[in-house]
Nanobody, 121 residues
């Protein structure tokens, strides 16, 4: 099985910074794309940022120039550095990883449980 565990959420003041971390563990041959999504009550989960195994990054327009995604392939981890945070960044942040459990298997998406982030004074 595969486990996805996020950490680093919490309360931050407007203009402040927070760093989220996510680790994939378990039966893993290879991890492809990894990404961060966020969701607020009553709305659909939306992409914040993603990064391929080769390092190609993609960002939502609303976080571009404020957030930065990075990963360590050897450790199956992905981080999200969030700067200049705004109240509208308040949400539950979820990590997703495309995991190949075996060399011959197809990648499957695994999600973490989510970590809440609140931006408020």
């Amino acid at each position: 099985q595969v486990q996805i565990v996020e950490s680093g959420g919490g309360l931050v003041q407007p203009g402040g910074s927070l760093r989220l971390s996510c680790k994939a563990s378990g039966t893993i041959f290879n991890v492809g794309s990894m990404g961060w999504y966020r969701q607020v009550p009553g709305k659909e989960r939306k992409l914040v940022a993603s990064i391929t195994r080769g390092g190609k990054e993609r960002y939502s327009d609303i976080v571009k120039d404020r957030f930065s995604i990075s990963r360590h392939n050897a450790e199956n981890t992905v981080d999200l550095q969030m700067n200049a945070m705004k109240p509208e960044d308040t949400a539950v942040y979820y990590c997703k990883a495309a995991v190949l459990m075996f060399w011959h298997s197809n990648p499957e998406d695994y999600w973490g449980q989510g970590t809440p982030v609140t931006v408020s004074s």
